[in-house]
């Protein structure tokens, strides 16, 4: 079955650390893979997607991730976190043919002043 | 340009009760989805409205839940008695084209729904 795999629930970094969250996923075939979040009361906004070419994205407000097959891994980061960057963040992943996204169950980023 | 809307943000309902979730897709958008949250759990979809048409409602979880999307504009979400399981946020997201992946999905606020 299609699977999406955030194994941090929760994860905490001081303001201007670097940040790496992770994804993998399960499929055979190449995904369509996103990176949503969710700041408190927000809905949910594309960070970056990935549907070919160039595995490594870069997406909106500094952050990037790298698409690595042989690893199902999507993996989400920034350089240098702000406060303002606490939130919810997603990984999602598409098939060609459906329509549907199926996610992960989410990374909560605390941030330490 | 105004983004997916969602009404109410929370609502609170006793079991049994009835709640409808009213959701209005960017202008111009023929794909609906409506996406459900229950905590501690990761989003799910539920279904995809092709303009006025389901195009897929395998994730509908059973026959308490109804969605419409009448004209092909705004979509509603019935639920019919409401069970306690049913509490959760309730997303829904609009794109633009068929396909999926030559646009994205873009979502509303979500609402709050709480099942007492």
């Known amino acids: 079955a299609q699977s999406v795999t955030q194994p941090d629930i929760h994860i905490t970094v001081s303001e201007g650390a670097s940040l790496e969250l992770r994804c993998n996923y399960s499929y055979g075939a190449t995904p369509y893979l996103f990176w949503y979040v969710q700041s408190p009361g927000q809905g949910l906004q594309l960070l970056l997607k990935?549907?070919?070419?160039?595995?490594l994205v870069q997406g909106i407000k500094g952050f990037e991730a790298e698409f690595k097959r042989s690893q199902s891994s999507f993996n989400l980061r920034k350089p240098s976190v702000h406060w303002s960057d606490a939130a919810e963040y997603f990984c999602a992943v598409g098939w060609l043919r459906d329509d549907k996204i199926i996610f992960g169950k989410g990374t909560r980023l605390h941030i330490l002043p | 340009e105004a983004g997916v809307t969602q009404f109410p943000s929370h609502s609170v309902i006793e079991k049994g009760q009835t709640v409808t979730l009213r959701c209005d897709p960017i202008s111009g958008h023929d794909n609906l989805y409506w996406y459900r949250r229950v905590m501690g759990k990761e989003i799910k979809f539920l279904l995809h409205f092709v303009k006025e048409s389901k195009q897929d409602e395998s994730g509908m979880p059973n026959n308490r839940f109804l969605a419409e999307r009448t004209g092909g504009t705004y979509s509603t979400l019935k639920v019919q008695p409401a069970e306690l399981e049913d509490s959760g946020v309730y997303f829904c997201?609009?794109?633009?084209?068929?396909?999926?992946?030559?646009?994205?999905?873009?979502f509303g606020p979500g609402t709050r729904l709480t099942v007492t």
């Open positions: 990935y549907f070919s070419g160039d595995t």
């Open positions: 997201a609009s794109s633009q084209s068929p396909g999926l992946f030559s646009y994205e999905q873009y």
